[in-house]
């Protein structure tokens, strides 16, 4: 639950229900949930309903924003500035080249609602029972979280969320698919980056980062240079750097966020030639997908197109995650 936004709406009773819900888990069946298994909670769904204006209204009050299902082209143009390139160029079938941006046609075919900010340190003490009070940031992203321990959060949010009769028929918490992610930092746009753009600023800001734009490290002459908050290179709160257009903050830089996907240099496996229906990664491999940069990345792997993978058990001060509510993915 978005704790300090629930203060700001003048519903901290809810956040008390929550507490307590969650004072009532039992650490040695919640360490179970540690596991790498998903199949528990990730199930097949036959009647996908649309949710109601209450449901939008509750979870938008609880931090999550709809994203209304639609078609977008994940990937970047050759010409995107910071975009890395193409190896092994295969000239009897460029679809066998090692392209991990190229633009593929995706359609997502259900609407779902995503995280405003990522989990902060508050939101993941409340959950696994520790004491908020004594957090140094909670408004700050958690770090330090592994590809495990981020599903683990999911399920148990999922099951208190159940508890309270807060989510939606045949929904789950769980990490944004990597296209989920992709069209929500995109926002409708085209270029390296989902923010508000003029009408006369189509053609050129929207391959430009502006210098309070996202939170990310900065270097000499790059296009997407940012001024740095402090001495010291660290993430941020909600609501220190621009949301995008459709009121989603850092999905550029801050931290890097960890998507359900499976790694794989191509999208899906097979890869598809023809328009890619809510893809959700490779059906084997040893890394899971990072995405957004964060503020140790230079600007170019905070584009929208730009990803990153590592190890599911992976631990660093710059990788976090937001939580998706829509239907489960396998």
Same mark, same amino acid.
């Given at each position: 639950?978005?704790?300090? =936004? ?25 360490? &179970? ?13 036959? *009647? #996908?309903?649309?949710?109601?204006? +209450? ?12 994203? $209304? ?40 075919? %259900? ?9 902060? %340190? ?6 696994? #029972?520790?004491?908020?009070? &004594? ?38 918490? =769980? ?17 390296? @980056? ?17 210098? *309070? ?13 940012? #001024?740095?908050?402090?001495? *010291?290179?660290?993430?941020y709160s909600f609501k220190d750097f621009s949301k995008n257009k459709w009121d ?5 830089? %801050? ?5 359900? *996907? ?25 890394? $899971? ?11 170019? +792997? ?10 599911p058990y992976t631990m660093k001060d710059d990788i976090g995650f937001r939580v998706?509510?829509? @239907?489960?993915?396998?």
């Open positions: 639950m978005r704790l300090i =936004r629930m203060k700001e709406k003048g519903t901290t009773g809810l956040s008390l229900v929550f507490l307590l819900l969650s004072s009532c888990t039992d650490v040695v069946e919640r360490n &179970k949930s540690y596991g790498d298994g998903n199949d528990s909670y990730l199930l097949p769904i036959k *009647d #996908k309903k649309k949710f109601s204006e +209450k449901q939008v209204k509750l979870l938008k009050d609880l931090g999550y924003e709809l994203i $209304r299902a639609g078609e977008f082209k994940m990937g970047s143009p050759f010409h995107e500035p910071g975009r890395p390139p193409v190896k092994n160029i295969n000239d009897e079938d460029p679809l066998n080249d090692e392209d991990e941006e190229r633009l593929t046609t995706v359609r997502l075919s %259900n609407d779902y609602f995503i995280g405003k900010f990522e989990v902060s %340190n508050a939101e993941w003490a409340l959950i696994w #029972k520790s004491n908020v009070e &004594k957090l140094s940031s909670p408004t700050e992203p958690v770090t330090q979280v592994s590809h495990t321990r981020a599903m683990a959060y999911c399920r148990e949010l999922t099951r208190l969320m159940q508890i309270m009769e807060i989510l939606p028929e045949n929904t789950i918490c =769980r990490l944004p698919t990597e296209a989920e992610w992709e069209y929500a930092c995109r926002a409708g746009n085209d270029g390296v @980056h989902g923010f508000m753009m003029s009408e006369g600023d189509q053609s050129e800001f929207k391959n430009v980062f502006n210098a *309070d734009d996202a939170n990310f490290a900065r270097s000499s002459g790059s296009s997407g240079q940012t #001024k740095l908050y402090g001495s *010291d290179l660290s993430s989603l903050y850092h999905m550029h830089g %801050n931290v890097r966020e960890w998507c359900y *996907d499976l790694y794989g240099v191509q999208y899906e496996n097979p890869f598809s030639r023809e328009v890619s229906i809510d893809p959700i990664g490779r059906l084997e491999g040893k890394y $899971r997908v990072l995405r957004g940069g964060s503020f140790r990345t230079y600007w170019t +792997k905070c584009r929208s197109a730009a990803r990153d993978f590592a190890e998706v509510i829509g @239907h489960p993915i396998r």
